[in-house]
């Protein structure tokens, strides 16, 4: 029920909520899948949505799981979190072996993937071995 609340805030803010969909913005697709922990969903809610393989598209997915699935569908770049970067030690152990795109930038083939540490915390308000971010893009077309 929060979910919804914070939803009809940006809303009314006029903040656009991309939630299993996609929007164009100057021949770029940006497209949002909600947050879901079960396992391969990615896949399948991707097949949902009609958007154009054929032209960049940056996906945005709380989980960096599932990577494949993006290049499968030619989605050019992932953005993801939710490992705050382990957060603080010895769970950032934990978080790596269940996370193995744990923090930074990964490439396969012409797709890209960046994991933020983000700049929050999850549970204790802490974090000892690593750091918060806030990450800036430049997307620069051929």
Do not use: C
């Not at 009314?12 to 947050?35: K, P």
């Not at 809610?45 to 989980?63: G, V, W």
């Amino acid at each position: 029920m929060e979910w919804v609340k914070v939803r009809d805030a940006l809303n009314f803010a006029g903040i656009e909520v991309i939630n299993h969909d996609f929007v164009v913005f100057n021949d770029l697709q940006i497209i949002g899948i909600g947050y879901y922990m079960q396992r391969k969903m990615l896949g399948p809610l991707l097949s949902q949505l009609d958007f154009n393989r054929d032209i960049p598209s940056i996906l945005m997915h709380h989980l960096p799981s599932e990577w494949e699935y993006t290049w499968e569908n030619d989605i050019s770049l992932q953005l993801s979190g939710h490992t705050h970067h382990g957060q603080f030690y010895p769970i950032n152990l934990l978080v790596r072996l269940i996370f193995p795109y744990f923090k930074g930038h990964y490439k396969h083939g012409e797709n890209y993937l960046y994991v933020s540490a983000g700049t929050g915390t999850w549970g204790p308000p802490l974090r000892w071995g690593s750091r918060n971010e806030v990450t800036v893009i430049d997307l620069i077309s051929d």
